[in-house]
């Protein structure tokens, strides 16, 4: 007997959860007849999120279809991938399934099993979202995986806005998270009661991986203290994106104000537009630059703390009225305040890099 995809048909709690989740769509600007692939593991959260998908696509006229990715790291990796297939065909879904060979990328970019999976994973969806014509790639991440995502972001030292957590809607890369306000434990409710089993994947408890330690250790610990963390942190994305929307207007302004020289991959911020400005600006529009030099959504996972720490240093030089600093970003880009500008460049093969502003100090033995 084929799940119930009838709101109708639901108990009181999962239409409820349903009604919650459409809510949370629209107000995110999601319109009616968008098309969605959704990125479905196997695992419990995924197919929560292609199941409320399934019941609330008569509502929101949305046209679902999936992928699902064999990773090749599991003996029964190729099971699990035709077992999702089949349950999305239940429900009336179209699911492709794709093979991945993350091992093979780990060892050819030096990159760890976990970055490299989710490497691959991606490009496949953003392949897969192309060729169907869909607006969005749909994730099933929820309120607790925010969470582990803002300590994440905490300890990368990530800046305001972005400490909130995960964009709901990233219209850059196509990602859509229409589960992120949902407790998980309700999305295993929705799946119980529709009789759709779910594959535990055993490397979630690995601890081995970061994002693991903070699931099982940091996150109930500080759990114990304040038992409604996962409703402050939700609180927080709230507020971080009001604050988000508010800036990106702000610097959209001043973008428009900034001279960039394509050519040369340099851009120059006059210093006196620069000193009419708050710090707390001047701080944002540097990272508005970085982000138009380099591929900041890659480099913030690492680099978050460097790259604060020397934007704190230059707009110290520059308030200062230092002439003929240097300071190197990460991503390859070099910061020089010089002929009454500030000036951000990509570092390339010809540019010989400055001397780091730490060494200016210490050379000058102060």
């Known amino acids: ?18 009604l919650s989740v459409e809510r949370f769509l629209r107000g995110l600007g999601l319109t009616q007849g968008e098309r969605l692939v959704a ?3 196997g695992g419990a959260d995924s197919l929560a999120l292609v199941l409320v998908l399934r019941i609330l696509a008569p509502r929101l006229d949305l046209h679902i279809s999936a992928l699902t990715v064999d990773h090749g790291l599991l003996p029964e990796a190729a099971f699990i991938a035709a077992r999702v297939t089949e349950q999305c065909a239940t429900l009336g879904i179209d699911c492709v399934s794709q093979k991945a060979d993350v091992s093979g990328l780990a060892v050819r970019e030096r990159l760890g099993i976990e970055e490299a999976g989710r490497k691959l994973r991606y490009r496949l969806l953003e392949e897969e979202r192309s060729a169907k014509g869909a607006q969005y790639i749909a994730l099933g991440h929820h309120r607790a995986d925010l969470a ?39 999305l295993r409710d929705i799946l119980r009661e529709c009789r759709i089993s779910w594959f535990e994947d055993p490397s979630n408890a690995d601890q081995r991986f970061k994002r693991n330690r903070i699931r099982h250790t940091i996150l109930p610990s500080l759990k114990k203290e304040n038992p409604s963390l996962e409703y402050c942190l939700a609180r927080l994305w709230r507020l971080a994106q009001t604050d988000r929307d ?11 104000k900034i001279r960039w020289n394509a050519k040369d991959e ?18 944002r529009l540097y990272l508005r630059v970085l982000s138009l030099l380099t591929d900041t959504a890659a480099e913030n996972r690492h680099t978050g703390q460097a790259r604060a720490d ?16 240097c300071f190197q970003l990460p991503g390859g880009v070099e910061a020089r ?8 460049s990509r570092l390339n093969k010809i540019n010989k890099p400055c001397i780091r502003e730490s060494e200016i100090v210490s050379r000058s033995g102060r």
């Open 39 to 41: 990125a479905v593991s």
């Open 337 to 344: 305040l010089n002929k009454g500008a500030v000036i951000l």
């Open 148 to 186: 582990e995502d803002v300590l994440m972001r905490l300890t990368r030292g990530t800046g305001w806005p972005g400490l909130g957590g995960m964009d709901a809607r990233d219209d850059k890369r196509h990602l859509l998270r229409p589960l992120l306000f949902t407790d998980p434990r309700a």
């Open 310 to 325: 020397t934007l704190l240093a230059l707009d110290a030089a520059l308030e200062r009225g230092r002439g003929n600093a």
């Open 266 to 283: 340099e851009i120059s911020l006059p210093t006196e537009l620069l000193h009419d400005l708050h710090a707390a600006i001047r701080l």
């Open 1 to 18: 007997m084929p799940p119930p995809t009838d709101i109708h048909n639901l108990s009181p709690a999962s239409a409820k959860l349903c």
């Open 246 to 256: 508010y800036w990106e207007k702000i610097l959209d302004a001043l973008t428009d």
